[in-house]
Every structure is written in structure tokens, then in C-alpha cells.
């Protein structure tokens, strides 16, 4: 990656794992004069809780990313079926050459290859395929991370967290979940941030660099 103005592309399983991901990371970014691009693969309304509406995450991701200022045109919204991912694993790779062809990202963030929920899996998987000559960096989701290779930190500031934790209230179906409390994320990024000497960050591992 150079120092000019980036193209980052966020890959989403489901809605709200790029901004449970690399949300502060976004923020940065963005503040920086980056441009973000959001893909998220599967809305997931086979298991929206009962008594709200089934497309409920269109709303909540479009909320979100409005919050991070990503582009509303560059959210990209697929119809994959949860936890199906993987049947549709060549549709999935010819989504992704799409757009790396349109797109031709400098940096791709993506689930770690560690990360054990199958459609995580599948979309590190075949980006791995697709992107074979960008930077690929793999996010951290503890919960589903039995192990998680710290290999790459990103700084954030007191901002870019509070965008972070913003963005994620925007995801009322989501409520309830421990890992989507305030005083976790927060404190999973001063943790991170306290590692690499500064105050917050995010942690990736490294799975593709090209400098």
C-alpha cells in the first residue's frame, strides 16, 4: 500500500461483522480521506429474533454504515441464506472477482482464517482466491476465535471507538448478545490498545501483505 488516498474494502459475512471487526479501523480510515467499500453477504433473516421484521438488518446495516460514513452507494448488500454460505461457495468467489475487477481494492479486511462460523469461514476462504494480489488483513471475532494470530494492530483514539460503539447501536435486533455490550468492545479495544503501547486498538492477523 502507498500513502495516497486508499480503497479498503470491508467483507462482511453477515451484517454488523465488519463494523464487530474493524469498525474503529473504518473510522480511521475514513477520517483519513479514505475510501470504504462494505460488502455483506448474508442479512440473515432466516434467525432475526421473533417479532421483528425479517429484513430488520437492511435497516440497521444501512443505519450503521450511514454512522461510519461509508457511501450508502458503496454498501453492497447480498442474499446469501445464514449459515449456507458454503453451498453457494463458486457464487460467493464470482461475487468477490467482481469486485476486486471494479473495485481493485489496496487493502481487504475479511473474518481471520481462524474464525470457526462456516460462513466466516467460507468468505475468508474464497477472498483468499479472489484478491490473490491485494493486502488481506483478518479480523478479530473472539467468540467465534479459539485461536487468533496478533499480528497486526491498528492505533485508535478515543473517536474512533465511541464511532465504532455508535455503529453498532444501530443493531437493536442484536441486543441482548454479551459480546455486542459497550463495555466489551471498549474494553477488548483498550486491551488491543495497551498491547501495542497507546490507548485503543484493533488486531488483525496478517493474511496477505504486499508492500
Not at 459475512?13 to 465488519?18: F, W
Not at 441464506?81 to 472477482?97: A, D, F, G, T
Not at 459497550?182 to 503501547?197: C, N, P, S, W
Request: with cysteine; charged share 25%; glycine share 6%.
Amino acid at each position: 500500500m502507498n500513502t495516497d488516498k486508499k480503497r479498503i474494502l470491508v467483507l462482511a459475512p453477515h451484517a454488523d461483522d465488519g463494523e464487530f471487526g474493524c469498525g474503529g479501523s473504518v473510522a480511521r480510515f475514513i477520517e483519513a480521506g479514505d475510501e470504504i467499500y462494505y460488502a455483506a453477504f448474508s442479512m440473515a433473516e432466516e434467525s432475526v429474533p421473533e417479532g421483528l421484521p425479517k429484513d430488520i438488518l437492511y435497516t440497521e446495516l444501512a443505519a450503521s454504515t450511514k454512522v461510519l460514513c461509508i457511501p450508502q452507494e458503496n454498501v453492497m448488500k447480498f442474499k446469501y441464506p445464514v449459515r449456507k454460505l458454503s453451498y453457494h461457495r463458486q457464487e460467493i468467489l464470482e461475487n468477490l472477482v467482481k469486485l476486486n475487477n471494479e473495485l481493485k481494492p489496496d487493502l481487504v479486511f475479511t473474518p481471520s482464517k481462524n474464525d470457526v462460523h462456516q460462513d466466516h469461514f467460507t468468505v475468508t476462504s474464497e477472498a483468499l482466491r479472489a484478491f490473490k494480489f491485494t493486502s488481506i488483513l483478518g479480523y478479530e471475532l473472539p467468540w467465534n476465535n479459539y485461536q487468533f494470530e496478533t499480528t497486526c494492530f491498528i492505533h485508535l483514539e478515543e473517536r474512533h471507538v465511541q464511532r465504532k460503539l455508535q455503529s453498532l447501536q444501530c443493531y437493536r435486533s442484536q441486543i441482548g448478545k454479551l459480546y455486542s455490550s459497550d463495555e466489551y468492545i471498549k474494553g477488548l479495544a483498550l486491551t488491543r490498545g495497551i498491547q501495542v503501547g497507546g490507548r485503543y486498538a484493533e488486531v488483525f492477523d496478517v493474511l496477505r501483505w504486499i508492500i
